[in-house]
């Protein structure tokens, strides 16, 4: 099912994990030297993958919302959904590598700061003793590449919404910062 209109779970939703997101990438990249403990990195992170969950089984609920393009092109609609879907995916596949790094690499598993599965013992070098150091070692290749990957893809949906705003000048952007009846109002 396309719609026109984006309801309002779905905004708060791309919204919520959107800053969520900013918050997780900012914690290793800058916070932590201004004393922001780490652990809030992965607690937000994990909050990020429960979110993102009910976030895609929404968005197959409610279906993709419609292009209201006033000049369709057709080359950038395929790469619209193509960056709607990296985007998406990322959501859930950014967060789990993370913890499976994190499990794998036996330091545990912890959703939302709750121990789910306690860390393994200490090694001798001070460090949890890892359950299977190759594949912690995969997801943690997965999980810094998809650094890039939703680098990309974020900024080309940013492009792509200033696109839609000022040189298509239409609704695509102002149906995900108004509500339903503004957006009507200015469609």
Partial sequence: ??????????????????????????IPLFLNDLGVPFPYHKILGSLV?????????????EGWPKDVSTNP????IILSKIVHWILLLSTLIFPLSGLLMGYYG????????FHIIAPEPMGSNGKPIPIDGE???TF??????MLLIFGISFILHVIGAYYHHYIQ????????????????IHN
């Fill in 106 to 113: 036996g330091r545990g598993l912890d959703l939302v700061g």
């Fill in 73 to 76: 092109v057709p080359i950038l």
């Fill in 1 to 26: 099912m396309n719609r026109v209109h984006i309801s309002a779970f779905s905004r708060t939703m791309h919204w919520l994990i959107a800053i969520l997101f900013l918050f997780v990438f900012c």
């Fill in 140 to 145: 943690h290749s997965i999980h810094t590449s």
């Fill in 169 to 184: 000048k239409d609704s695509t952007l102002t149906r995900m910062l108004r509500s339903i009846k503004d957006s009507e």
């Fill in 49 to 61: 993958l429960l979110l993102s969950l009910v976030r895609v089984t929404n968005r197959f609920i």
């Fill in 135 to 137: 594949l912690a070692g």
